[in-house]
């Protein structure tokens, strides 16, 4: 966990490129999980995730999921 929260040499690149001006539709067949209901469905939204990396690695490109599984679970520690 010391190596999160911060764009610097030495920290996980950990980035979203994410495009505020673009408006979407939701319908069941973009939903990524596995029971299809959901309560935006039929709904317009604002913002596209373009791009996703994590730990420096492309894993989301314009709709597609270029890599599965890459992340890992961060807990608080108590």
Partial sequence: QNSKGKIK???DADIIIWDDKKTFKVNTEMTRHKHK???YLNETLCGITE???IAGEK???S???IQLNKGKII???L
Avoid: I, L
């Fill in 51 to 53: 791009q996703t990396y």
């Fill in 37 to 39: 209901v959901t309560p």
């Fill in 75 to 77: 807990t608080p520690s």
């Fill in 9 to 11: 040499k030495g920290f």
């Fill in 59 to 61: 894993v989301f490109d």
């Fill in 63 to 65: 709709g597609n999921f």
